[in-house]
């Protein structure tokens, strides 16, 4: 079994930042892509970012591009979001989620092991 914990949600003000982390634990292994998923309330989990195994590609949400970046220190086992330039419609519980595979994805499918959550919301 492997165990996610996400880290470093709160409340902030709209044009504000946030890291979130996600730290891996138990039978935790090499090669797998990392994502960060959300929802807000009332809609499904949407796609944030992934990242692959080794770091070098990732890719992420039209909505979140060039606000957001996703990076991965493997011998901490940990996952990093930065989120910049916060909105209000960025509000939503954040997810970190690890991969079937070392290549990046955005499909839900893709991904075997989940976080709890964690709460970001952002005030106008």
């Known amino acids: 079994q492997v165990q996610l914990v996400e880290s470093g949600g709160g409340l902030v003000q709209a044009g504000g930042s946030l890291r979130l982390s996600c730290a891996a634990s138990?039978?935790?292994?090499?090669?797998?892509?990392m994502g960060w998923f959300r929802q807000a309330p009332g809609k499904e989990r949407e796609f944030v970012a992934t990242?692959?195994?080794?770091?070098?590609?990732?890719n992420y949400a039209d909505s979140v591009k060039g606000r957001f970046t996703i990076s991965r220190d493997n011998a901490k086992n940990t996952v990093y979001l930065q989120m910049n330039t916060l909105k209000p419609e960025d509000t939503a519980v954040y997810f970190c989620?690890?991969?079937?595979?070392?290549?990046?994805?955005?499909?839900?499918?893709?991904?075997?092991?989940w976080g709890q959550g964690t709460q970001v919301t952002v005030s106008s």
């Open positions: 989620a690890r991969g079937l595979w070392s290549t990046p994805s955005r499909r839900i499918s893709d991904y075997n092991y």
């Open positions: 138990g039978r935790t292994s090499s090669g797998s892509a």
């Open positions: 990242i692959a195994w080794s770091g070098v590609n990732t």
